[in-house]
């Protein structure tokens, strides 16, 4: 069965670095997300990503944040200077396009640590 | 930002038994509802969902009822299994947002043998 992947699994970084989170969506899906989850918080919604442009983000997807599709599967998410209340797990997640179904696989997460 | 509810945190039933999981949304724009389970360390699971346009969707176990006048939906899970023990996220999605999701802060539930 067809998943979503994540590389790398955990992330230590310190603060004011940058980092970069990938991510391997569904082949045939047309809608991309990220996700974050702060330890103990719900998860939250960052951004999504249809026809190579970012059709809607949330207050927390600041300068600081900025996706890319460099190729034709990967999907990567960019923290130009890392804080501490950066550190959370950070999901991506995928959808077809078509028909009703809104469903959205995740990956696995990667867990950012910033020290 | 409360528009999607869990009021329990926690859950705790029989093997066997009926499990139900409660939500609550505020925006009456919600067309789509997900229920997704999720194990530490490990990203949430699709399990079910329902458009706004029925009042109930059934998948082996698992059953999502919609109740959109007390904006309102509950999954149920008969028998419940041991294996079943994890974190329940309850979702809502508008279409014209490009469907992003919004999460409810999850229910614990936890199948005792």
């Known amino acids: 069965e067809p998943e979503v992947t994540q590389t790398p699994s955990h992330q230590v970084t310190q603060m004011g670095q940058e980092v970069i989170l990938r991510c391997v969506p569904i082949?045939?899906?047309?809608?991309f997300y990220w996700y974050r989850q702060i330890l103990g918080q719900k998860v939250e919604f960052l951004v999504s990503f249809y026809n190579n442009e970012i059709s809607e983000k949330s207050e927390i997807f600041d300068d600081q944040f900025s996706v890319e599709r460099p190729d034709g599967s990967n999907f990567t998410l960019k923290i130009r200077s890392t804080k501490l209340e950066d550190s959370a797990m950070y999901f991506c997640?995928?959808?077809?396009?078509?028909?009703?179904?809104?469903?959205?696989?995740f990956g696995p997460g990667t867990r950012l640590t910033v020290t | 930002d409360q528009q999607v509810k869990q009021n329990s945190p926690s859950l705790s039933v029989q093997e066997g038994r009926i499990s139900i999981l409660n939500c609550d949304y505020t925006n009456s724009m919600f067309d789509y509802f997900l229920w997704y389970k999720k194990y530490p360390a490990e990203g949430p699971t699709f399990l079910i969902s329902i458009s706004s346009i029925k009042d109930k969707n059934e998948d082996g176990r698992f059953t999502v009822f919609l109740n959109k006048s007390a904006k309102h939906l509950s999954l149920h899970i008969v028998p419940s299994q041991p294996g079943d023990s994890a974190v329940y996220f309850c979702?809502?999605?508008?279409?014209?947002?490009?469907?992003?999701?919004?999460f409810g802060q999850g229910t614990e539930l936890s199948v005792k043998p």
């Open positions: 997640a995928s959808r077809v396009a078509t028909g009703a179904s809104y469903e959205q696989y």
């Open positions: 979702a809502a999605s508008v279409y014209n947002q490009g469907g992003k999701l919004i």
């Open positions: 082949s045939n899906h047309l809608y």
